[in-house]
């Protein structure tokens, strides 16, 4: 099983400031054959299923706004939103799906300053 | 677009089983695995296991195997979770979803399953 950790496990930002998220994997979900991390982000309203935000690592999500981004390979990878607004307040999730089972980081609360 | 629609809330008694049902209209139900995922109260997202109706073989996270079932009703395009041996810590909401293969993207809109004595 693939061990996905996120940190930090909470942050605080302040509106227009940037949020970086952290998540590390147990081995590679770099996939050579396609050159591609089968790596997701997920954000969490409070009460509301998970959201995809970005998958392949890097690609966002048709509708989700271009302050958010995702980046890294094989095993690092970072959630950046580069200008927090109020409505980005939710916990986020990294989830491989290079193989089974599919496998979440425990997730890293986003707050306002 | 796919929607995905699961059954209401449940209580039920430690020891005791629960069934949990997902309905899949919008497209076409068995191109898709379904999954269920739960969260329990204040905590993380946690794979229980998955069903490819097309195939209708399960797969089952190490830590549910041999208390979780997860079967599919292409007739009926509904996925279905029955979990076993209920324990006070099983008390979470459960969804179903169709992840993994992204762009496709769906989840439930959840079902509340509280275990209580």
């Known amino acids: 099983e693939i061990v996905m950790t996120q940190s930090p496990h909470s942050l605080a930002v302040s509106l227009g400031e940037r949020a970086t998220i952290n998540c590390k994997s147990s081995?590679?979900?770099?996939?050579?054959?396609?050159?591609?991390?089968?790596l997701a982000w997920y954000q969490q309203k409070a009460g509301q299923p998970p959201k995809l935000l970005i998958y392949?690592?890097?690609t966002r999500e048709s509708g989700v706004p271009d302050r958010f981004r995702g980046s890294g390979s094989g095993t690092d990878f970072t959630l950046t939103i580069s200008s927090l607004q109020a409505e980005d307040v939710a916990v986020y999730y990294c989830?491989?799906?290079?193989?089974?089972?599919?496998?979440f980081g425990g997730g890293t609360k986003v707050e306002i300053k | 677009q796919v929607q995905l629609v699961q059954s209401g809330a449940e209580m039920k008694k430690p020891g005791s089983s629960v069934k949990v049902s997902c309905k899949a209209s919008?497209?076409?139900?068995?191109?898709?695995?379904i999954n269920w995922v739960r969260q329990a109260p204040g905590q993380g997202l946690d794979w229980m296991g998955g069903i490819i109706p097309i195939f209708d073989t399960a797969t089952y996270a190490q830590k549910f195997q041999g208390r979780v079932t997860i079967t599919a009703d292409r007739s009926t395009s509904t996925a279905y979770m029955e979990l076993s041996s209920l324990k006070f810590e099983d008390t979470a909401v459960y969804y179903c979803?169709?992840?993994?293969?992204?762009?496709?993207?769906?989840w439930g809109q959840g079902t509340l399953v509280t275990v209580s004595s």
């Open positions: 919008g497209g076409t139900f068995t191109s898709y695995a």
């Open positions: 081995q590679s979900v770099l996939y050579s054959s396609n050159n591609k991390n089968y």
């Open positions: 392949w690592a890097s």
């Open positions: 989830q491989q799906y290079y193989s089974s089972p599919l496998t």
């Open positions: 979803a169709i992840i993994g293969a992204p762009p496709s993207d769906y």
